[in-house]
Each structure stands twice: as C-alpha cells, then as structure tokens.
C-alpha cells in the first residue's frame, strides 16, 4: 500500500471549515484514500474514502486531485468534538486488514 | 455507536491470571479483527478471521489466543501475560469485496497487566 504523508498538527477555529491535506504521490491506479480519526482513548472512527471522484457524507467532504497524488479532507464546521488524530491511509479495494496508521494530523478546535 | 461492541472496557489482571476479551458485531460483516495499539506506537494488526477463519497471524506470542465461533463474535483469551502487553486491544469487523474493505471499530478494552 503506498505511503501518506500528513502535517503533524493544525489548528482550526470552531464553526469554521477545517481542510486537512495528505500527500499520496505512489498511489496505484486500485487504491482507495480512507480517512479515519481517533479521539483519545477511543478506537479509531472510520469518515470517508474514495477511489478517484470527491465523496460526501454526513461527516465530511474528500477532494481528490486530478492526478490523485494528494487529497484534503474537509470537515464543513468544526466543533470542538472534531479535536482528533485525523488518519489518512491508502489501501486496495478489497485487501484484507493491515491499515497502516501513520502519525495522521493532530487537530485542535479552539473556541 | 459503531456497531461493533468490546467487554469489558477496562481489564487489571495479574501475570498469572487468565482472562478474556470479547467483541461483537452488529453490521453482518464477513471479517473481524483484533489489533493493539501501545502508547506513543501505531496500530498493530494482531489475527484476521474472514467467514470464521483465521487468515491472518502477525507472530503474536502464544499467550494471545483469538476465537471466532460465528461471524459476529470474536474472543482474545489472554494467559501469563507480561507487563509489556499493556495496551488498548481493539476489536473491527468489514465486510470483505472486491470492491472495497471499510473497516470499523469498537471503542476497545485497555489492558493493564500487573
């Protein structure tokens, strides 16, 4: 499965759009971009994937580029429960469980 | 709420006792899973079971001891651990294609050995 890279931490106002990138430049043309968080001392809590086209659901939006060497997932109005490690992990369709969990992005919602 | 449920949350147990953790899932998935995350470390894939049997071993020491009687419920029996097995054990069913392999959580079971 190829390798995400992710900033270490970011910061995000609450009830604004929080953009978190991830670099993905070995993607192969069968694998998906997944994006999990984990609030801590909880297990990790599946938010969206996709192969090539944006995705939307009722937690967040993910924007692919063209090219799919990078993508961004949105969370549209972040509160302050939104304060997570957010994972980004790319993987075939169909592979069996070895997720790779990076160090993913460390996100605070201030008030 | 996940659909996939642990107990119990939080487990003390000597070095020579015998305990177990127990996963259910309420999603219909075909594969279950247990992994161990260790403070300051990534997550580490423990055993797979797809359709109730194991496909998966990522060389875990015999003192882990996974079940899986029906596709909805997998144990971890756990005997003469060491104080180094300390860790959140989580448990996560998908439902295996070809077309993709959502994995999902439970809240997992903190394990401190003692």
């Known amino acids: 499965d190829a390798k995400t890279t992710q900033p270490t931490s970011m910061d995000c106002a609450e009830g604004r759009a929080a953009n978190l990138p991830c670099n993905h430049s070995?993607?192969?043309?069968?694998?998906?971009v997944y994006w999990y968080r984990q609030i801590h001392s909880q297990g990790p809590q599946y938010i969206i994937h996709?192969?090539?086209n944006n995705e939307t659901n009722e937690m967040a939006s993910l924007i692919i580029t063209e090219d799919r060497k990078s993508s961004t997932l949105i969370l549209p109005h972040a509160t302050l429960r939104d304060t997570a490690v957010y994972y980004c992990i790319v993987r075939r369709g169909g592979s069996q469980g070895n997720l790779i969990f990076g160090k993913g992005t460390k996100l605070s919602v201030k008030p | 709420e996940t659909g996939v449920t642990q107990t119990p949350r939080h487990l003390v147990m000597g070095m020579t006792n015998k305990k177990s953790l127990k996963c259910e899932q309420h999603?219909?998935?075909?594969?279950m899973y247990w992994y161990k995350q260790s403070a300051k470390k990534p997550l580490e894939l423990m055993f797979v079971?797809?359709?109730?049997?194991?496909?998966e071993n990522n060389s875990v020491p015999s003192r882990f001891s996974p079940e899986c009687p029906n596709s909805s419920h997998l144990f971890l029996h756990l005997h003469t651990l060491q104080p180094e097995d300390s860790a959140l054990y989580l448990c996560?069913?998908?439902?295996?294609?070809?077309?993709?392999?959502?994995?999902?959580f439970g809240e997992g079971s903190w394990l401190t050995v003692v």
């Open positions: 070995t993607i192969s043309g069968n694998e998906y």
């Open positions: 996709g192969l090539k």
């Open positions: 079971y797809s359709l109730e049997e194991r496909v």
């Open positions: 996560a069913s998908s439902q295996r294609d070809r077309h993709g392999n959502t994995i999902y």
């Open positions: 999603l219909g998935h075909n594969a």
